[in-house]
């Protein structure tokens, strides 16, 4: 068996906290251990090496979006990544961008979503006149449940917002994230907005008819949500939505 | 609608209102710029195809610029050139309509221009590049195009001869160079964004290679039929003879 490898680290420092700090990239060594991610070995960098590194991460199993960042060029999830798929042992980490800094890899991207979700609404809004807690709910149609279930594995990491060149240019682009969402409520058959509703929130310039389907949402998303075909699909909607002014 | 969902979309309108007035425009400008350029992104693969009829032959491209002049519906057979001064002037038009909503996704402000650069280095992304190339074409199409376009309003003498007479003697060649593969890199691209964009295809990576293979496959076409007029407008003598078959 081959004696394992030693890969370096090229990763992103900066504390906007502290006003003698200057952005600076460092680099660390580590050796490599079999299956090891991304995830892993900044865990053991922070452990062995600088305690002061700052990253996020809750789950370490794709699910909670906290350990996005950018690895090499590609804005993904540190705990999908593993040290392996980089032949010449060399990783580049940046922080998300697009989203407040926190510090070195660690990005505000809770801020980002809450208010993108109180800008869209994002939350079921069933008609408030007709609530009784003591009917059966109706069953869904299971095509229309596994329709949801599809968009609602979003995890909010924020790897779409940053992948997207058009929503780097404008900060008030409601990026894929947003689209995604407001196409899981636009098809839930509880929810009782109307298409125009909808077409106020996103029927414009930093909504759906901004976005330019430069297609890096589709091309990043560690859920490999189907965002080119959520996107064209509430384009298409919100073309056909007669609106009165 | 309830009260209270009332009271949501009254609050959503005014939010929505402060920045767009009649907000229905942001839908019609979207399918505007994809519209005409459906239009002409199919334009230019029919047109590439007509000029490029002088690679069969000198008649091959005489019957085809008599034809689309509707020489079926002229006595003569010779058509009605003055079509060529109404379709260029119809295209100049809708070239305008495309540009004027495509100005919507330019980079106005340099903040904006550098945040693209920089997101092209930090990420590199091979739409984000392709759209990138159609904004750099795009741009060179505000000049380039509406130049052709009146000259083709102006002159609109089309023929063997004629239109190697204009290629070689008055020197457009020169813009046709640049013209030609601004036109179709932008063209193919768009063609293949469009698709994505509203859905049409949901086979993307099949609607990228077929954009590709159409931009190798219209230069090629382009540059030798550019060549041959060319080469014919060489071998001509001013003051220009129109060619007629034999």
């Not at chain 1, 960042?69 to 961008?97: S, Y």
């Not at chain 1, 809004?125 to 059966?136: C, E, G, K, V, Y």
């Not at chain 2, 070239?95 to 904006?112: D, E, G, T």
């Not at chain 2, 063997?160 to 003697?169: F, G, I, K």
């Amino acid at each position: 068996m081959s004696s394992p490898r030693t890969i370096s680290f090229e990763i992103f420092r900066y504390d906007p906290q502290d006003p003698n700090d200057k952005p600076k990239m460092v680099t660390y060594e580590i050796t490599e251990a079999p299956g090891m991610t991304v995830f892993i070995a900044l865990n053991l960098l922070r452990e062995q090496q600088d305690p002061s590194l700052q990253f996020d991460f809750v789950c370490r199993a794709g699910i909670c979006g906290s350990c996005a960042m950018v690895i090499n060029g590609k804005p993904t999830l540190a705990c999908r990544t593993l040290t392996a798929n980089f032949p010449d042992g060399k990783i580049k980490l940046m922080p998300l961008p697009g989203f407040e800094l926190i510090g070195d890899l660690s990005v505000n991207t809770g801020k980002f979503m809450r208010e993108l979700a109180e800008r869209l609404q994002l939350w079921l809004q069933p008609d408030a006149n007709d609530i009784d807690i003591h009917r059966l709910e109706t069953p869904m149609d299971p095509a229309e449940a596994a329709k949801l279930y599809e968009l609602e594995r979003c995890v909010e990491c924020g790897v779409c917002v940053s992948a997207c060149a058009t929503k780097q240019m404008k900060d008030t682009f409601v990026g894929a994230v947003g689209m995604m969402k407001i196409a899981r409520f636009e098809m839930d058959s509880r929810d009782t907005r109307s298409a125009e509703d909808f077409y106020h929130v996103i029927g414009n310039q930093d909504g759906v008819f901004g976005c330019m389907t430069l297609l890096g949402c589709q091309d990043a998303c560690p859920k490999d949500l189907p965002h080119m075909q959520q996107i064209a699909y509430l384009r298409r909607k919100m073309a056909q939505t007669i609106v009165s002014c | 609608m309830t009260a209270s969902s009332q009271t949501q979309t009254q609050k959503i309108h005014d939010v929505s209102s402060k920045g767009y007035l009649n907000p229905i425009w942001a839908a019609r400008a979207d399918k505007l710029q994809s519209a005409t350029g459906l239009l002409l992104g199919f334009f230019i693969i029919m047109h590439l195809h007509f000029e490029s009829s002088i690679l069969i032959s000198k008649e091959a491209f005489y019957h085809v610029g008599h034809f689309l002049e509707g020489g079926i519906f002229s006595e003569t057979g010779h058509g009605f050139p003055v079509l060529t001064k109404f379709i260029s002037a119809f295209m100049l038009l809708v070239v305008v309509v495309h540009a004027a909503f495509a100005l919507r996704r330019f980079p106005a402000q340099i903040q904006q221009w550098r945040a693209l650069r920089s997101q092209m280095t930090i990420m590199p992304h091979q739409d984000t590049k392709i759209w990138f190339w159609q904004l750099i074409t795009g741009f060179l199409l505000f000049f380039l195009a509406p130049v052709h376009l009146y000259d083709m309003i102006t002159n609109p003498a089309i023929g063997p001869h004629l239109s190697a007479e204009r290629v070689y003697h008055q020197d457009v060649w020169m813009l046709y160079v640049l013209l030609l593969p601004a036109v179709v890199i932008h063209a193919m691209f768009g063609l293949y964004r469009v698709a994505v964009k509203w859905g049409i295809t949901t086979k993307r990576m099949a609607a990228l290679k077929l954009a590709k293979v159409m931009v190798v496959y219209l230069m090629i076409i382009g540059i030798a039929s550019l060549m041959t007029y060319i080469v014919i407008g060489q071998s001509l003598e001013l003051p220009v003879t129109p060619f007629v078959p034999s």
